[in-house]
């Protein structure tokens, strides 16, 4: 294992962030239809879900899997950082929470991970996690092959 870099972290978030927003909206459009709701009752509902569907995906699924969807398609899983052991359920939550803080300004906290040697964002800083990435080994010949 080791951490996971920038480009990997950006891509897995953004494949998320398309995930739940996908699920969110079609809930939502979904509620607003059957329920006929008008325009305040479509911002509380979308609202709720919103924050229902952010909950059950960056904490609870990753507090079962260690991964998020998007993270387990690059083969990330996120770890306590102190102890390198699963992280806890109010981690999960701290750092959910963290990602606006990141988020501001300009994602400038997302972008820590191009320069901490560590590649922590600040929602892993502040929350004590680290997203580790499985490699995999390479076999074949350790020498360059030479070409004619």
Known sequence: ???????IRFWAH??????WNAVEYGLEWGITKVLNL???????AGVA????????????????????PGKRL????????N??????????IVRTASYLLSY???????????????????HDLIAGTASLRKVKEVSGPTVPLRTA
């Open 49 to 68: 879900l919103t924050l229902l569907i952010v909950y059950l995906y960056y904490v609870e699924i990753p507090v079962r899997k260690r991964t998020t």
């Open 104 to 122: 501001a300004p300009a994602g400038a906290g997302f972008l820590m991970v191009l320069f901490h040697p560590s590649k922590l964002a600040l």
């Open 83 to 92: 102890t390198g052991m699963p992280f806890s359920r109010k981690q999960a």
């Open 74 to 81: 690059f083969g990330v899983r996120v770890f306590d950082r």
């Open 38 to 44: 008008d325009a305040l009752g479509e911002q509380i």
């Open 1 to 7: 294992m080791r951490f996971a870099g920038f480009w």
């Open 14 to 19: 953004w494949i998320d962030f398309i995930a």
